[in-house]
């Protein structure tokens, strides 16, 4: 999400909020919130922290209601909420296809679509054989996504770290991230229903674009509009459908009034003036705080919860993910005749694929869609999301033995 990430324009004149919102520290407030929370709990026996996620907001009737559990505070987060970071999400992937978007030209953006790739089949098989090999497959297999996610917002301020503000590495990485999360998009929506799956719901999704496409040839430029009328059927369709609501957005994303073509990670162009873009200048501060209460409400678990789950996960993203990158890029370079793009080569891409080890937030949202019921097999998937905090000292480690003097040190960009 580059110009989501690199967007300061509201928070400038402010430096603490600058580095709350520009550093994701709500997410981390939230998931610091939620283990000690959840910790303490366990100190005490208490099940607070569970009585808070899981609060009933409304009596439970229809459609499953939500595993049976009504309103949930947890559901209005991860399903409701949660929508709008994935919206936005499809923003970027929608605006990089467009003309002059960083993934329309398949000539510059072949090779790390190829390590997006192989960052997604690198980890799933890496966790596949792990659960064979522990003897869980059964128990543990649905959880083969969750090694796959990459967090974009803290890839790109650990990659900036190790290479420097505008080293071609961060735009490398930015387009596998960007790729990454359509990858992740489609995984959720194809292989983990929130319910049984009805397709008939699914027209409903294609009235909501209609609508949404009728809005745009009429001229109606105010995104409110999108997202009161064709945004709330298409969130419907999918709640009903049993497709994971919290994608419910993504069909409209497109017919929103837009430039007919995309300026570029890195240009230097101001606020734009389109509806898609004044969609995302809007809501990018309330979805920074929508995802600390997201961290809130799904990080919390007891450090005790380590298990076969958490390891799976922990060697998908530390091993599988770097490998796969590296693998991929390397048969994209040397068999294919690909290029990197210029000041890069294969000991940045094995730094970009450690670096892209870090899944917190998406791998976080596979973990309960993978496994929606609380316990030991949830909490210990979880863990291994959190554990992927622990990507910048791979990193810093891979750059160091490579001989990549990190930016922040001093080092040569």
């Given at each position: 999400m580059g110009q989501w990430l690199m967007s300061t324009a509201s928070t400038k004149d402010n430096p603490i909020r600058a580095f709350l919102y520009n550093n994701s520290m709500f997410l981390v407030l939230g998931s610091?919130?939620?283990l000690l929370w959840a910790n303490a709990d366990g100190l005490f026996s208490g099940h607070s922290y569970h009585n808070f996620v899981h609060v009933n907001l409304w009596p439970a009737s229809g459609h499953g209601d939500h595993g049976g559990h009504g309103l949930t505070f947890h559901f209005v987060v991860n399903d409701i909420l949660m929508a709008l970071f994935f919206a936005i999400a499809a923003k970027e992937v929608w605006e990089s296809i467009l003309p002059g978007g960083a993934l329309s030209n398949l000539r510059t953006a072949a090779t790390p679509l190829l390590a997006t790739a192989g960052g997604v089949v690198g980890p799933s098989i890496v966790y596949l054989i792990g659960t064979v090999v522990v003897g869980q497959y059964s128990e543990l297999g649905n959880?083969?996504?969750?090694?796959c996610a990459t967090d974009i917002a803290f890839s790109y301020l650990i990659a900036r770290l190790i290479f420097g503000?505008?080293?071609?590495?961060?735009?490398?990485?930015?387009?596998?991230?960007?790729?990454?999360?359509?990858?992740?998009?489609?995984?959720?929506?194809?292989?983990?229903?929130?319910?049984?799956?009805?397709?008939?719901w699914l027209g409903l999704t294609a009235v909501a674009v209609a609508t949404g496409l009728g809005f745009n040839r009429s001229g109606v430029k105010n995104f409110w509009w999108y997202l009161a009328i064709p945004g709330v059927m298409s969130w419907i369709s999918f709640y009903m459908a049993g497709i994971h609501a919290a994608l419910g957005l993504v069909p409209i994303i497109a017919t929103l009034p837009h430039a007919k073509s995309d300026a570029g990670l890195f240009a230097e162009t101001g606020e734009e003036t389109d509806t898609l873009n004044q969609f995302e200048h809007w809501w990018k501060e309330p979805v920074e705080l929508i995802l600390g209460l997201f961290a809130l409400v799904n990080a919390g678990v007891v450090l005790s919860s380590f298990g076969a789950g958490t390891w799976l996960v922990t060697f998908g993203l530390f091993i599988g993910k770097p490998v796969g990158i590296l693998a991929f890029s390397y048969f994209a370079v040397k068999v294919l005749k690909l290029e990197l793009p210029g000041g890069m080569n294969l000991k940045h891409v094995a730094v970009i694929g450690c670096i892209a080890s870090l899944g917190f937030t998406v791998a976080l949202f596979v973990s309960?869609?993978?496994?929606?019921?609380?316990?030991?097999?949830?909490?210990?998937?979880?863990?291994?999301?959190?554990?992927?905090?622990?990507?910048?000292?791979?990193?810093?480690?891979a750059a160091w033995m490579l001989g990549i003097r990190p930016a922040f040190l001093g080092g040569k960009r």
């Open positions: 610091l919130a939620a959880g083969w996504a969750i090694p503000n505008g080293h071609p590495a961060i735009s490398f990485l930015l387009l596998l991230a960007i790729a990454d999360d359509a990858v992740g998009l489609a995984i959720l929506a194809v292989f983990y229903p929130s319910s049984e799956v009805n397709l008939m309960t869609a993978a496994f929606p019921d609380p316990g030991p097999v949830q909490d210990s998937v979880k863990m291994g999301a959190l554990l992927s905090f622990l990507a910048p000292v791979s990193a810093l480690t």
